[in-house]
């Protein structure tokens, strides 16, 4: 059905990985999308870890992929602050937010120094910060989520709190609505992977678990997608297993 496509972009929290544990089968569907000459990336909203964390993570989990196949939407947000210029950044994130930003010459300030203002998941964020927060976002130009995502799928199938939460708090306390959220839905990491293959957007697959994030951002960009699911929506393809995905992907795997 998808044999056309060039390229398929994967998530991570819910599709290759829940929480430490692999999902059984992804890795024999990754393979196979290599086998048959495909290019394979990683998108996740996971703003708390690094790229590098996440590379090394799937690199132990026995996923064969490169460092530049892995993309994160606190990466996402602290590579377009670099290219818009933003200057004296307060980073409401993690500590591994911070450094991801360093990387790219995106130096966060102190809260009194602030012009702009990025959000991304902190394990430990508390009322302190919040309240913190609020109080930056009166009086920055630019407020920045890295997702609003409401939740993620953690170890044996528990639910955790996402970055919309916090998002959500500032807004709510200080009144003031984010300027842009960086991740999924939006486009923006589907099109870093278009821009790197030189691809268009209907050669590049997406497979996914959550419809708000991974499907909308394939039907925004005009990509394919497949939903593992057993809920049957009209803009996707759904399969309850991931063992489906073999010959969906293109001509049947073969036994080895």
Not at 66 to 81: H, P, Q
Request: hydrophobic letters at 40%; charged letters at 25%; one cysteine or more.
């Amino acid at each position: 059905m998808f044999e056309d496509t060039k390229a398929v972009a994967f998530a991570l929290d819910g599709t290759v990985y829940r929480g430490s544990k692999l999902i059984d089968g992804i890795d024999e569907v990754i393979r196979h999308c290599r086998k048959l000459g495909k290019s394979v990336f990683f998108l996740t909203n996971n703003s708390s870890e690094t790229r590098s964390q996440i590379f090394h993570k799937l690199r132990n989990m026995g996923i064969d992929c490169t460092f530049r196949e892995v993309l994160t939407s606190g990466y996402a947000a602290a590579l377009y602050a670099h290219r818009e210029r933003l200057t004296n950044i307060y980073v409401c994130g993690s500590k591994n937010l911070v450094s991801e930003c360093e990387k790219l010459s995106v130096h966060s300030v102190e809260p009194e120094e602030a012009e702009n203002m990025l959000i991304g998941l902190d394990p430990e964020f508390d009322y302190e910060k919040l309240a913190i927060a609020s109080n930056v976002a009166l009086k920055v130009d630019k407020v920045i989520a890295c997702n609003k995502e409401r939740s993620y799928p953690g170890e044996e199938d528990c639910l955790m709190p996402g970055c919309g939460g916090m998002v959500s708090s500032v807004e709510w306390c200080s009144g003031r609505m984010v300027d842009l959220t960086i991740g999924k839905p939006n486009t923006f990491m589907l099109k870093e992977v278009s821009e790197q293959l030189g691809l268009a957007p209907e050669e590049i697959l997406v497979v996914g678990d959550n419809y708000d994030t991974d499907i909308v951002m394939a039907g925004k960009f005009g990509s394919p997608a497949i939903i593992i699911s057993s809920h049957v929506y009209g803009d996707a393809v759904s399969v309850e297993n991931v063992g489906e995905l073999l010959n969906l992907i293109g001509e049947p795997a073969k036994p080895e």
